[in-house]
């Protein structure tokens, strides 16, 4: 059965989406940008800050899935420079210091809201 997963601790959908979709044991996340849960507002100081914000929007999905970054299967990372990337690894690896998830790290042309960073995800409660 499809279950649609919101929670107001992090951003709202900005389109036609759902943050987060389960189906029996896997939960399918929807890209979160840098964007700030309670204001609206885009982090945009620097690469940096972007990435900690969207590791602290992943924190807050997962939770409202009733899941930690252990149960996170793969992730999908989204940069507009990939000049950018040994900054985002360097954050992004905090958050996963033991058996981190397959990833893809991928270049883009833009993102929503003119941002640097978007990253999607996939999790498994039986991970």
């Not at 997963?5 to 896997?26: F, N, R």
């Not at 924190?59 to 149960?71: K, T, V």
């Not at 992730?75 to 981190?100: C, H, Q, W």
């Amino acid at each position: 059965m499809k279950k649609i997963i919101a929670t107001e601790a992090a951003p709202a959908a900005i389109g036609p989406y759902s943050q987060a979709v389960q189906i029996d044991h896997m939960t399918y996340f929807s890209g979160q940008i840098p964007l700030d849960p309670h204001s609206g507002e885009l982090i945009t100081e620097s690469i940096h800050a972007e990435t900690e914000q969207v590791m602290k929007n992943m924190q807050a999905a997962l939770a409202g899935a009733d899941l930690e970054f252990r149960h996170v299967v793969k992730t999908t990372i989204y940069l507009t420079d990939m000049s950018d990337f040994a900054v985002v690894n360097d954050i992004y690896g905090r958050f996963f210091p033991e058996k981190p998830p397959a990833r893809a790290c991928v270049a883009v042309a833009a993102l929503p809201k003119g941002c640097h960073i978007e990253i999607e995800w996939i999790a498994s409660n039986q991970a």
